[in-house]
Structures are given as structure tokens and as C-alpha cells.
């Protein structure tokens, strides 16, 4: 899936008026009809099947908050056909819409920003939930998992669930990631995929909890490890391009510290520093080819790489620093491409200058406890979005190697410093 950029000076993009606010629309029966048929080819190839647990305490019109772990598109289609025939809106991010905004409207997605604190977006959900009698579906990770595991979740999450007052459903996916991981290049995979759809928290378990004890309650759905599920389902995937672009994931040699000379490509990840080399098995395991195994699984190779960019961040010695080209959005019509400049992330946060010196963006590390990091970002290139609610900074580095999942380790590892020593400030 690509996207249309528009070139256009960053004066004439950050000056642009700001974007009207629109209520939500409840999605009619035609629509959902449509969502469901187009979803269908998919949910046969994979041979969906869905389990529900407890689903007959929440009344077919009553509204609910589902939500749902995020691991590929066909995160929509699971959820268009196990919800249908009830009336659902879906929190999706702002450039989902660019140049099909009309339709996305109709079939009830609702728009927000990733990693940007959204106060009008409860609103709109409480709006959907009590005066539409609509549910609402939300991907809470945002990010898609780039090694298999859980992403972090917001804090706020908590919060919110007490605000809206309403019945909560986890919809869990199995298999999604593994038919079609976000570092493989868009190539999927010949894997089953099925869902659990629990009734997990009624409304008067919520008012009895703390937005704390909420957020580990959610928490613990989210936890999942879809490496392990593979192994332990014996689920194989064939395919000889199953490690290609695994380098966007695992970019660190375990055994040189090398960095950005891993290579995957077609079963087995190699170092081009030392030549320590890997196989991605058929059901995920990594084997040592030519070397003593440092890790047979890929969560913790990757849990590995999160210590050593946490060290480089307490020890001050953690710096990104690329030539980026840049695009912005700050409304859901278009994507505007504003020019190249150079993106920094250290202790301090990121600072982005450059349009000829008409950009100059700073985002503090406490700004948000995760940035977005995406793997070739509609077929452009890998990306590292910044920003805030008047604009988002979407910037492709052109520094050689792979950056961007440890741009995105290094932001929530800074976030997770800074909220321990807010915590013991107060202590």
C-alpha cells in the first residue's frame, strides 16, 4: 500500500489553518455489510476461526470498548467480521486517511495521532458510546510489535476506562504476526489465524478499580510472545524469505556489538562485521550456524539489544543523528514531503532543523513514553515520526544501516527514566 506525498514548503504546511473537528459517524448497516464482504478473502485464506468467552454477558446492542492487540492489517478484518452485525467505530491514526478520507468516515474510523495526547479523542468516544450507541474498537499497542511481544501501552489507558464507563472486550489474535511480521517486507506467509474474544471487565468492575489496578489487568491480556506461541503450536512457516529484512529488527550482532551489519535475508540473519551466522527455522527458532549460539529466540535477542541501549542512555553515551528526508501532516488530506534537514535524539530528547532553517522541532524524552517506528512506512522508506497535535514530523533517515527500532527502544527506555525518578522525587 503506498500513499501520495504532496511537495510543499514547511512556511506555507505549519501555517496552514487548523483542521475542523468533525463528530464521529456511526457506521449504517451497508457499510458494515461492505467491511465484512471485503474482509472475507483474507479470513478464508487463513482459515479464521474465533473463540468466545463469556460474550453472553454483554447485550448484542450494548455499546462496548473492544480492544484489540495489534500485529498486521488483518487486525481490521478480524475485527469487521466478529463484531458484525453490532455498530463499531475504530480509533485509527491520521494518515489512514489520506486520500480516502470520505470512506474511512463512512465505515466509522475515528482519527487521532499516534504517541500524541489527545483529549478530544475520549471525548469523541464517550460521544460514539452514550449518544450513538455505538461500540468503539482501539489498538491501544498503536505501533505494530516489531519482534513478536507486546508493545507499551499508555499509562492513561486506566484512566480512560473509567471515563467511558462501559463493558470492556479483549480481542487477542493468534497467528497475524506470524503470517505477516512487520519486518518481512509485506510477505505473508501461509499461517492459520484465529482470535480469542473475551468479556473482560464490566462497568461496575471498573468503578470499583483503581485506574492502576485497571492498567495491569490490561496489561496482562496484552502480554503475549508470538515466537513462543509458534513454538509451542508447532505452526511452520516454509517460506525460504521467512529471516529476509530481519536486520530491521535484530540490527545488532550479539557477538561483535557491531550495528547495522546484520543482513537477513532469505532463513538466515549474518553479520557482515564478523560473520557469526543464524537460521530462522520453520517454527522461529534461531539455530548457530557457524558460531556458539547466543539466542535461539528473537524476543530476546531483541530484550538484549533494549539493555545495551538503556546502558548507552544511563552512561549519557546514546546518540542518533541522520540526514532526514521530511514529511509532515497536520490534517487527513494529505501527507506534505517539506524538504531533507537532520533529525538528533540524545538524553535531551529529539530536535529536528532543516527547510532551509524555517524547521527547528524539539520533542522532550518525558513528551511521550514511545515514538512511532515503522519499517519501510507505505512502501517509502523506514521512518521515525515525531511530533505534537499541530503537526506530525514523519522523517526518513538516509544515514546507511538500520535505526529506527533502536530510535524507538531508546525514546521508551528515556520515558521509563524519567517517570522512576518523577516517581522518587515524590517518594
Known amino acids: 500500500m503506498k500513499i501520495k506525498l504532496i511537495p510543499k514548503s514547511y512556511k506555507d504546511v505549519i501555517n496552514m489553518p487548523e483542521e475542523t473537528k468533525f463528530k464521529p459517524k456511526k457506521p449504517n448497516i451497508f457499510f458494515r455489510c461492505l467491511l465484512k464482504i471485503v474482509s472475507m478473502p483474507d479470513l478464508i485464506a487463513t482459515k479464521f476461526k474465533c473463540n468466545k468467552i463469556d460474550m453472553d454477558k454483554l447485550g448484542k446492542r450494548e455499546p462496548a470498548l473492544f480492544l484489540m492487540n495489534h500485529s498486521s492489517f488483518i487486525d481490521l478484518e478480524i475485527a469487521a467480521n466478529i463484531l458484525f452485525p453490532r455498530a463499531f467505530n475504530?480509533?485509527?491514526?491520521?494518515?489512514?486517511?489520506?486520500?480516502?478520507?470520505?470512506?474511512?468516515?463512512?465505515?466509522?474510523?475515528?482519527?487521532t495521532k499516534k504517541f500524541v495526547s489527545d483529549l478530544s479523542l475520549v471525548r469523541q468516544m464517550k460521544h460514539i458510546l452514550g449518544k450513538q450507541h455505538s461500540s468503539v474498537v482501539m489498538f491501544p499497542e498503536a505501533g505494530y510489535s516489531l519482534d513478536g511481544t507486546a508493545t507499551v501501552l499508555p499509562e492513561s489507558l486506566g484512566g480512560c476506562l473509567k471515563l467511558l464507563g462501559v463493558p470492556v472486550v479483549m480481542?487477542?489474535?493468534?497467528?497475524?504476526?506470524?503470517?505477516?511480521?512487520?519486518?518481512?517486507?509485506?510477505?505473508?506467509?501461509?499461517?492459520?489465524?484465529?482470535?480469542?474474544?473475551?468479556?473482560?471487565?464490566?462497568?461496575?468492575?471498573?468503578?470499583?478499580?483503581?485506574?492502576?489496578?485497571?492498567?495491569a489487568i490490561i496489561n496482562k491480556e496484552f502480554t503475549i510472545d508470538n515466537f513462543a506461541w509458534q513454538q509451542e503450536n508447532k505452526v511452520s512457516v516454509s517460506e525460504n524469505f521467512r529471516a529476509d529484512f530481519l536486520n530491521r529488527t535484530l540490527y545488532k550482532c550479539p557477538h561483535c556489538s557491531a550495528e547495522s551489519e546484520m543482513e537477513g535475508r532469505g532463513t538466515t540473519i549474518t553479520c557482515r562485521a564478523c560473520g557469526a551466522s543464524y537460521e530462522l527455522d520453520e517454527y522461529g527458532i534461531l539455530r548457530?550456524?557457524?558460531?556458539?549460539?547466543?539466542?535461539?529466540?528473537?524476543?530476546?535477542?531483541?530484550?538484549?539489544?533494549?539493555?545495551?541501549?538503556?546502558?548507552?542512555?544511563?552512561?549519557?553515551?546514546?546518540?542518533?543523528?541522520?540526514?532526514?528526508?521530511?514529511?509532515?501532516?497536520?490534517?487527513?488530506?494529505h501527507i506534505y514531503d517539506v524538504g531533507k534537514g537532520i533529525l538528533r535524539h540524545d538524553r535531551e530528547g529529539f530536535r529536528l532543523v532543516g527547510c532551509d532553517g524555517e524547521l527547528d522541532y524539539s520533542q522532550k524524552p518525558q513528551a511521550t513514553y514511545s515514538v512511532c517506528s515503522d519499517f519501510n512506512w507505505y512502501e517509502i522508506g523506514d521512518v521515525i515520526c515525531i511530533g505534537n497535535s499541530k503537526a506530525l514530523y514523519y522523517c526518513f533517515p538516509e544515514k546507511k544501516g538500520d535505526h529506527v527500532a533502536k530510535v524507538r527502544i531508546a525514546a521508551e527506555e528515556m520515558y521509563k527514566l524519567y517517570r522512576a525518578a518523577k516517581k522518587e522525587q515524590k517518594a
Request: net charge neutral; hydrophobic share 40%; glycine share 6%.
Open 171 to 215: 480481542i487477542r489474535t493468534y497467528g497475524a504476526f506470524t503470517r505477516d511480521p512487520l519486518y518481512n517486507g509485506l510477505q505473508r506467509r501461509k499461517v492459520k489465524v484465529s482470535a480469542d474474544m473475551k468479556y473482560l471487565l464490566s462497568p461496575e468492575q471498573i468503578n470499583e478499580m483503581s485506574a492502576d489496578e485497571l492498567n
Open 288 to 333: 548457530a550456524l557457524n558460531c556458539e549460539g547466543r539466542f535461539a529466540h528473537v524476543p530476546f535477542w531483541y530484550a538484549w539489544q533494549r539493555e545495551c541501549v538503556r546502558k548507552e542512555v544511563e552512561e549519557g553515551t546514546y546518540l542518533f543523528e541522520s540526514p532526514v528526508r521530511i514529511c509532515m501532516s497536520v490534517d487527513i488530506k
Open 90 to 111: 475504530i480509533v485509527a491514526t491520521t494518515d489512514s486517511f489520506v486520500g480516502k478520507a470520505w470512506l474511512m468516515r463512512q465505515i466509522g474510523c475515528v482519527p
